[in-house]
């Protein structure tokens, strides 16, 4: 076996142990040996709160909805009857929740003539929804069980039955969310329409199957406003779509090619720069020289993050310097080589973009990272490990994920409950869609 075989088996080595590592980081935790139960030196970890954590109790509750006096005429401890009534008493506020039940109203219609048009013409009582058996109320409640809990529809028809008492077909759980979304679609597409004059936006995506068939779910969150859109694509064209292939503000994204298609300022998550060079950390564990080299970049990326914190906090002494210095300190970082062709390549594509990982440092309302997305995707997730995704052939249950999803996480985002905002949007569409653009608020 010669030299080249040598080096050929020793890469190959390397990236399975790379692999092996990437797989157990997915699946495991940290192996961290349990202490020996013999040693008193090392004695188990006590579960529960860290030390020095001051607890917390519930509050006194400011009224009494009812007021019962517990009185005895029997000792609890002896049986005896001869009691006498001290000068003391005691108060225990017991909170509880009061199961409601079906409440059936019958709205009357009155008819009238209308001389003016001519007509015989009827109003809609308050509350009322029009050829609709069951109320806003209880179809808000099955939305917000659905997109915000992630329950399955059978189990909110289950849940429905046994604590209300109200009773409907499973077909009804997506009827439900379709009427909802045809209240909130002018909104969900003015909100659309507006990511293209936000200042930056953060972009993410994840998987999604619709009837078994490999989709992607977008994620896009301005300011105030966060939409949701299911396309077949993972390509730079979905971005298009929505923000344009010139964007005038700031993409906040990961290193995905598809965001190269956009012609716009634009911050790469550092997070996600930071495991790219934990990867390759992983990759020369025995290559000691090079190993040291990526740790040394590995601190330049978090200087940076560090100075990006502290700008939303207060603007640092002596800033343009500091700023100057780390963004010398990264490019002289991007600018070496280790001798792997895989690795000055990636080493290489960072330094051609080297403005994509500091424009954090242009202004406090940039992020130098994309958690924002990544949190706002993770509800998504879950819920397609419960649900599977859609299984819509018409493309309906795909819609109403995105327009409800986008309109509750945007109710979130205004600290708005979204409970109350889904009845508000079935009731009052106006008034959900004036309460839905305020003006915006911080990315952090």
Same mark, same amino acid.
């Given at each position: 076996m010669n030299a080249s075989d040598n080096n050929r088996l020793r890469e190959e080595n390397r990236l399975l142990k790379l692999q092996i590592e990437?797989?157990? +980081?997915?699946?495991? &935790?940290?192996? @961290? /040996?349990p202490p020996e139960d013999d040693d008193p030196s090392h004695p188990p970890k006590k579960r529960g709160a860290p030390v020095g954590h001051v607890g917390?109790?519930?509050?006194? !509750?400011?009224?009494? $909805?009812?007021?019962? $006096?517990? #009185?005895?005429? *029997?000792? /609890? %401890?002896?049986?005896? @009857?001869?009691?006498?009534?001290?000068?003391r008493y005691e108060d225990h506020y017991q909170e509880d929740i009061v199961l409601p039940q079906v409440r059936v109203t019958r709205f009357r219609h009155h008819f009238y003539y209308c001389r003016t048009c001519q007509d015989v013409? =009827?109003?809609?009582?308050?509350? %009322?929804? !029009?050829?609709?058996?069951?109320?806003?109320?209880? &179809?808000?409640?099955?939305?917000?069980?659905? =997109? *915000?809990? &992630?329950?399955?529809?059978?189990?909110v028809r289950q849940l429905f039955h046994e604590l209300f008492h109200l009773s409907f077909v499973p077909s009804s759980g997506p009827g439900f969310d379709q009427q909802i979304r045809n209240r909130g679609s002018p909104l969900y597409k003015k909100l659309r329409q507006n990511l293209v004059n936000q200042p930056f936006v953060h972009v993410d995506e994840t998987g999604w199957r619709n009837e078994g068939v490999n989709h992607w779910l977008w994620c896009f969150i301005a300011q105030n406003s966060v939409i949701y859109h299911i396309d077949r694509s993972r390509g730079g064209k979905v971005v298009a779509t929505l923000l344009g292939k010139q964007y005038a503000g700031v993409l906040i994204s990961d290193f995905l090619a598809a965001y190269n298609q956009i012609q716009a300022r634009k911050q790469r998550c550092l997070v996600h720069l930071l495991r790219l060079i934990k990867k390759w950390q992983v990759f020369f564990a025995g290559d000691r020289k090079r190993s040291q080299q990526f740790a040394h970049l590995k601190k330049q990326v978090k200087s940076i993050m560090a100075l990006s914190q502290q700008m939303a906090e207060k603007r640092p002494k002596r800033f343009i310097d500091r700023k100057a210095d780390l963004i010398a300190r990264? #490019?002289?970082?991007? +600018?070496?080589?280790?001798?792997? /062709? #895989?690795? $000055?390549?990636f080493l290489r594509k960072l330094?051609?973009?080297?403005?994509?990982?500091?424009?954090c440092l242009d202004d406090p309302q940039i992020c130098a990272h994309n958690n924002l997305a990544e949190r706002l995707l993770r509800d998504n997730v879950i819920m397609r490990k419960i649900t599977f995704g859609n299984r819509s052939l018409d493309g309906n249950g795909q819609r109403n994920h995105e327009?409800?999803?986008?309109?509750? +996480?945007?109710?979130? #985002?205004?600290?708005?409950?979204p409970l109350t905002f889904l009845h508000l949007l079935l009731t009052q569409p106006a008034a959900a869609a004036a309460v839905l653009l305020p003006a915006p608020a911080s990315c952090r």
């Open positions: 990437e797989f157990r +980081q997915k699946f495991f &935790k940290k192996n @961290t /040996p917390t109790t519930r509050k006194t !509750p400011n009224h009494a $909805d009812e007021h019962v $006096d517990v #009185r005895l005429t *029997q000792c /609890p %401890e002896c049986g005896g @009857t001869d009691l006498s009534a001290c000068q013409v =009827y109003g809609v009582g308050q509350g %009322e929804l !029009p050829n609709s058996y069951i109320g806003p109320v209880a &179809k808000s409640v099955a939305a917000f069980l659905r =997109y *915000q809990m &992630k329950i399955p529809y059978r189990k990264l #490019r002289r970082a991007l +600018q070496v080589t280790v001798g792997h /062709p #895989r690795a $000055d390549k330094s051609g973009r080297i403005n994509e990982l500091v424009t327009v409800l999803m986008s309109l509750i +996480q945007t109710a979130r #985002r205004l600290n708005l409950n």
